[in-house]
C-alpha cells in the first residue's frame, strides 16, 4: 500500500531554513505525482509546491523565490527546502501522492486531486 513519512519539520527563527523530505513506499515512485501542502493554524490546507514530470516546480505565490521543490527517483524521496522562512510559514505540512493519469503530471497543488497523504511533519518560524 502507498505509504509517505514526512520528516525534517522543526522550530526555527525568522530567517532560517529548513529541508522537508517525504519518503514514498508501496508503489512504483515514478507513476505517481507528487506535492506539498500545509495547513496552517486555523486555515484550511493549501499548496505548496508541485513537481511536474520535467521535474519543474510549481509554487505558491508566498512561497515563490523561497521554497524549492525536488525529487530523488532512486531514493523515493521528494523534497521541500525552504528558505528565509517567516511567522507565516508555520504550519504542519503534508506531502500527497496520486496515481499517475495520462504520461504526465502537470504539478497540481490543488488538494483534491491528490488520494494519498502523509502524516504531516510541523514546521514553527519564530520572529
Known amino acids: 500500500r502507498v505509504q509517505l513519512v514526512e520528516s525534517g519539520g522543526g522550530s526555527v527563527q525568522s530567517g532560517g531554513s529548513l529541508r522537508l523530505s517525504c519518503a514514498a513506499s508501496g508503489y512504483t515512485y515514478s507513476s505517481y505525482c507528487m506535492a506539498w501542502f500545509r495547513q496552517r493554524p486555523g486555515k484550511e490546507r493549501e499548496g505548496v509546491a508541485g513537481i511536474d514530470s520535467d521535474t519543474n516546480g510549481s509554487y505558491a505565490d508566498s512561497v515563490k523565490g523561497r521554497f524549492t521543490i525536488s525529487q530523488d527517483n532512486a531514493k523515493n524521496t521528494l523534497y521541500l527546502q525552504m528558505n528565509n522562512l517567516n511567522p507565516e510559514d508555520t504550519a504542519m505540512y503534508y506531502c500527497?501522492?496520486?496515481?499517475?493519469?495520462?504520461?504526465?503530471?502537470?504539478?497540481?497543488?490543488?488538494?483534491?486531486?491528490?488520494?494519498?497523504w502523509g502524516q504531516g511533519t510541523q514546521v514553527t518560524v519564530s520572529s
Open positions: 500527497a501522492a496520486e496515481g499517475l493519469i495520462g504520461d504526465y503530471c502537470v504539478g497540481s497543488m490543488v488538494p483534491d486531486e491528490y488520494s494519498y
